[in-house]
């Protein structure tokens, strides 16, 4: 079964990879941000904005509230989508380090977006946040390319490598 140390790691994974993409991201400029491309969010703004938003939403249940929607905030341009990540992020941080072994295995009940309601053990929401976040990234990956800009590899293997 899960333990605290493999959590931890994942989620140190899962920074360093948004990091690595929120600075490909930057690095296609400005305009690429948020011209229309399709995908499932139009846009890489609109993309990094889900992601953020699902991360901050789980959050908000794993401190026992459910929000109703994602977050209306001032994220129209790269710099304030940066700056709320860092808010969140650490607030993730400071919740992932700060959880007790069993607390691994404790109830999360929580509502859905359309208000229905789940109660799952906390490992599986958090395995489910850096699994959501992988499969976005690779969106973004998809994005860049069709924009002509380069991405950064995400890989597990390479973050492993790196340390």
């Avoid at 899962?14 to 011209?35: C, D, H, I, P, Y």
Wanted: zero cysteines.
């Amino acid at each position: 079964m899960l333990v605290l140390d493999e959590v931890k790691e994942l989620y140190a994974y899962n920074r360093w990879a948004n990091q690595r993409t929120l600075s490909a991201v930057q690095s296609a400029g400005s305009e690429a941000f948020s011209k229309r491309v399709g995908g499932s969010f139009d846009t890489l703004g609109g993309t990094l904005r889900h992601m953020l938003g699902a991360e901050w939403i789980w959050l908000e249940r794993w401190l026992g509230r459910s929000p109703s929607g994602f977050p209306d905030w001032d994220a129209a341009t790269f710099e304030a989508l940066v700056e709320r990540w860092r808010d969140v992020e650490s607030a993730q941080r400071d919740f992932v380090e700060g959880i007790e072994p069993d607390g691994l295995y404790r109830m999360v009940a929580y509502r859905n977006l359309a208000g229905t309601e789940y109660v799952s053990e906390l490992w599986m929401l958090l395995r489910h946040v850096v699994n959501h976040a992988t499969y976005h990234r690779g969106q973004v990956t998809t994005l860049l390319r069709m924009l002509g800009a380069e991405p950064q590899s995400t890989d597990l293997v390479l973050w492993y490598r790196s340390r």
